[in-house]
């Protein structure tokens, strides 16, 4: 792996694949490429993603009350440290975690200089990201009619992107209300700064057949082309986006299925 040298911070388009094929075993990656790993939870459990795990991760696994969401929680973790030892060849067992301040995690060990990554998780599904040298951020929600509620975009959406919404046909507003969700969301993963940020602060695409992008961004300006957006089709009934930090050079994103 390389560094990428001098940053500067333009918006250049990035070509993405539409369709998920069985990712490598060896994986490498440049600072010019992103990958996006597709986790079925559902489908992936083994006991190497159980024993990978560490004291803490499996305490935190415990404390879900339904065993669905333990084994969601323990095959996502695990299958993050799968995914993650095959770029630096090492055993799932010998990651070492920290997190920043707000929470963001990062890998501790010497040979992931450089190597960055990001997870979320919903229903049946995870998705991890992985880059060198440039932030990212992915988040994937099951759309769900009980959570997009006028009352959740008045208090998390921006005035913008709120009009935007009502104004749309109706059988297209749960479809707009997660895209506009899972844009936010991954956003704020990439940069790493949890609540802290203000998501009325600033606006995104949301209308079905939209590109997606940030509009505007009333805390910076430069935001707006700093990152570049995709949607993610993860599957029937969910909504997936993923935040690129952008600079000079374009970012290929390949998207891979995990294989049990």
């Not at 209300?177 to 936010?184: A, D, G, V």
Request: aromatic share 10%; net charge negative; proline share 4%.
């Amino acid at each position: 792996m390389h560094g990428l040298g001098t940053k500067q911070i333009l918006k250049v388009a990035t070509t993405i694949s539409t369709e998920w094929t069985a990712g490598p075993l060896a994986p490498a990656i440049s600072d010019r490429e992103v990958h996006v790993w597709k986790v079925d939870l559902c489908g992936s459990a083994s006991e190497v993603t159980h024993s990978c795990l560490s004291a803490d991760e499996q305490e935190r696994a415990a404390r879900f009350h339904f065993r669905k969401d333990r084994e969601c929680y323990r095959i996502a973790h695990g299958s993050l440290r799968l995914i993650l030892g095959r770029y630096l060849d090492l055993a799932p067992a010998e990651l070492h975690f920290g997190q920043t301040e707000f929470g963001k995690p990062f890998l501790t060990n010497s040979e992931a200089s450089g190597l960055l990554f990001n997870m979320s998780h919903s229903g049946d599904f995870a998705l991890i990201a992985v880059t060198h040298e440039r932030e990212v951020g992915v988040d994937v929600e099951f759309m769900r009619d009980g959570f997009a509620t006028d009352e959740v975009a008045e208090n998390f959406f921006s005035v913008a992107e709120i009009y935007t919404l009502t104004g749309l046909e109706p059988h297209l507003r749960m479809r707009a209300f997660f895209n506009c969700w899972t844009r936010k969301e991954a956003y704020v993963k990439a940069r790493g700064e949890g609540l802290s940020m203000p998501l009325d602060q600033f606006d995104v695409s949301l209308a079905p057949g939209v590109p997606a992008t940030m509009l505007n961004n009333r805390l910076d300006e430069m935001e707006t082309s700093r990152w570049t957006f995709h949607d993610l089709a993860v599957a029937p009934e969910y909504a997936g986006a993923l935040a690129i930090e952008s600079f000079s050079s374009p970012a290929r994103v390949s998207c891979y299925s995990l294989s049990p």
